[in-house]
């Protein structure tokens, strides 16, 4: 069984910044790819950003809505995935999930809440 621990949530001013963090733990072989989605109130849940590693290069896609503010990273060895939120606006306001590929089964974090306020 994976489990999927986040934590970094929280309240922030608008152009505040917050660390999200995901770390998957249990029998993994696989962990790829790694991303993070987001549902704000009253709205489907929408991709944030995903980051994919083929080989030595790892590409990482993101929304268009938060293209330059934010970013992710992975640690490999830890199987951890990080969204780092800048300049972060009232829109942003949502529970964030990881959601990752591992051993080829897709899973969910229960998801952490972000608000922004103005």
């Known amino acids: 069984q994976v489990q999927l621990v986040e934590s970094g949530g929280g309240e922030v001013q608008a152009g505040g910044s917050l660390r999200l963090s995901c770390a998957a733990s249990g029998i993994i072989f696989s962990i790829n790819p790694m991303g993070w989605y987001r549902q704000a109130p009253g709205k489907q849940r929408e991709l944030v950003g995903r980051s994919t590693s083929r080989g030595r290069t790892t590409y990482t896609d993101y929304a268009d809505s938060v293209k330059g503010r934010f970013t992710i990273s992975r640690d490999n060895a830890k199987n951890t995935v990080y969204l780092q939120m800048n300049s972060l606006k009232p829109e942003d306001t949502a529970v964030y999930y990881c959601?990752?590929?591992?051993?080829?089964?897709?899973?969910w974090g229960n998801g952490t809440l972000v608000t922004v306020s103005s």
């Open positions: 959601n990752v590929m591992v051993n080829g089964m897709n899973y």
